[in-house]
């Protein structure tokens, strides 16, 4: 077993070699992980219900799929080459305050990263995830800090990748330490220069404080999660109570409630309360206890659960035996009162539906939230209110979902998963998408350099056939 | 005077409206900016160059019209709207993974910025620089802190830009402070959202800590300076050794060398040096001193000669009285013990030839960088290792410039004026041309949201005409 200063040394040694492969190698790279996987998921799918207790289908054979579309897409984008930002200055001497030279500018990439798996995607967001698979799709090293919650599925996942990529890059790409000290010693080492971490709260700032206090501080992308929440106005709670409760419910409730997008609060108005509680209890009514990932998180939840069900303003509207969905109720006054203790993401199968007495009372719920990685809103667009909570959300949370539920995050071009801290630790970035591949690259110019020493996506003539804006307009 | 909560308020209060003004406003506004400031030209030339003592014709009508051009740029690129990152994927049942919904992505300003000004710039890295245009032009609130270097032009600057935006824009869009303390406060204000700063290490690494320590941690832009080292190759010393020798007094005597892109050091060929140093010594004889900024930077620049001439590897091949230039020297060998002492930036008229005895000397030297706004190659692309150098510089720097000087910093669409640590803070980021406009920005995404409720530059039928990205491709 290699220990972390090897591990380390080696990305250090790989990283101009694998920075300087060409594009269609680093993406071959990349569509032979997904290929190995996809061979393998009648081995890696049990030993991931196995660790995770999370059922092989429909969901972790679809994670799977998820994850080996996330490399192949980004394969693409790679091939693509817009991710590249190319920008060309041609010289001119009048430009003015001075003129200008030739200047030409792309980006590269930051050089080894090290990923911190989670622990609720044991494939999606963990050793062959988004974050390794964006910081190998540019050309970083990966140092992939396995999660303890499930060791073996992370040991065989990580021999797959390295022996994928075996052939094509160079030793060192990618690596794997185990411990959460490895971890820590892999965010201080000089050799790394950025780093990603999908998990709680609490574990992202101590290692976002880890990088910052650097004597070089580095870049630190954490996903923390969310509380996600849902607003749903009038009209809409008069026009399907119903509809939006079987939706509500199948949302929070998806993997045992153990998502960093599941909606953590729905905001009802008063008025259309009981009955949305009744049809949420009549939908609950059949669902039965998924177990949670590991007796850690299980703990955590019931504890959590807990907490929220002795507060003074909280009701317990249905009580869920182990781990069965419980649904808890209070109104927005007191929320607003004790917003510090009842917005906080409880990771299992819960969430709180909170009694709006006023539009306005809705609004200073929404106004309330300062980083969130989604906010949902249900309604009509005729509703006054619609424009107003779209627009005050937008200054608060990554995506604004209408009509639509925030769990299911599409790997696509426009998504964007991230948001103002306490969502995120780096609000300019997505951890799912392609735009995910900006994280880990940083600009470079070249000013006045023969196009023999250029690297090849700035050269005339754009061998790589590569988008590129040439004296501010593209091309 | 209005006190710094008074301003911070109305940054937070002008957050929302500032942001939904149309962009052709946003970008009207920023032109009137610049034609106030040009009209007043008879005005602030004068009080700069009471205040810094830098000399009116050239360099201080000069940098005002880079600072006007400069936010007339930032309007065209408004006006484009390439800066939004516009991605649209339309929705699509069959995409893999399980569909996806509409979801359409743009950036949004993060609200209200810090910006604190330069002392050595005081119109292009100050009031109405290139930190207050670019949050301006995103649709940020701007609470500048002043510098104490020159604080009448500063307030006179302020005045025309608060008046020039009265018309057209949300009172507190810009707002000022002047003490260290106000602007401490700014810094660790839930309110403000990002910060930029250009100055000293330690006052930028001071800033960014504040911001990192905050209870909601913010992006925090420092651009520290740098020692800009350049890299003479023997075939270029044989071949141009005065040529380059004139170049190189020109760079790092501009500005009485009090500029974050001053060459610093330059390493030359052993075998070529003594002509190359006798060519410096002749080039600088016919220099007089030009008076530092003021007390305080003079006082530091003393005592860092001084340090530097008593270093035991240092030769002092010309001694600048006062503020003149002083020429310094040293061999690699000594460089690389003891880079520590000898790689820092001075601020002021002062550089250091470093004697070099091979070409892995040169390689060890231009490896020993770690963060650097630029590096020079003066060299032949014939040199062999040439090729090495720009790639290896490239892992160590913002900018490689090749044959050229990197004084003198081009308003363009290409630049970058960045780079890792220690250059700055955030090294995904310029600080000078139109692609600066992006450290104020952060993505947000909008799922399955009507066209009523969507942003202007999201609408179907593209209303703003500005460039975008549909399912995955440029349209």
Redesign the interface.
Known sequence: MVNVEQVLAAAHDA??AFA?LPPEVRAGALRGIADTLDAAAGELVPLAHHETRLPPTPRLH?EL??TT??LRLLA?AVI?G?YL?V???RPDTC???????D???ML?P??PVVVFAASNFPFAFSVAGGDTAAALAVGCPVVLKTNPGHPLLSERTAELVAAALADDVPAGAFGWVRSEADGRTAVRD?RV?AGAFTGSLAGGRAL??LA??RP????FHAEMGSVNPVFVTSSAAAERAEGIAEGYVGSFTLGAGQFCTKPGLVFVPAAAAPAFEAALAAELAGRVAAPLLNAGIAESYAAGVDTLRQHPAVRVLVSGVDSAPTLLGCDAADFLTARGSLAVECFGPTSMVVRYSSERELLACARSF??ELTASVHGS?ADDV??VL???L??R????????WPT?V???????H?G???AT??????SVG??SL?RF??????????Q??L?AALRDGNPLGV?R?V??R?R
Do not use: K
Not at 397 to 404: A, E, P
């Open positions: 990283r101009s300087a679809a799929e998820r579309f996330q693409e693509d817009g930002e920008t060309i200055d430009w003015p305050a001075g003129g200008r030279a200047v030409r500018r590269v930051v050089g000089p220069r976002y404080d910052a206090a070089d501080p580095i870049p300062t980083g667009p619609a424009q779209v627009a005050d937008t200054d949370v990554g995506r604004v979902l209408w009509n639509d299911g599409a790997v696509t071009y426009a998504m964007h991230g103002p801290y306490p630790t780096a609000p300019e970035h997505t392609t735009a900006r690259l940083r600009p470079v110019a070249y000013q006045n350099v023969p023999a020493l690297p988008p804006r004296d501010g593209a």
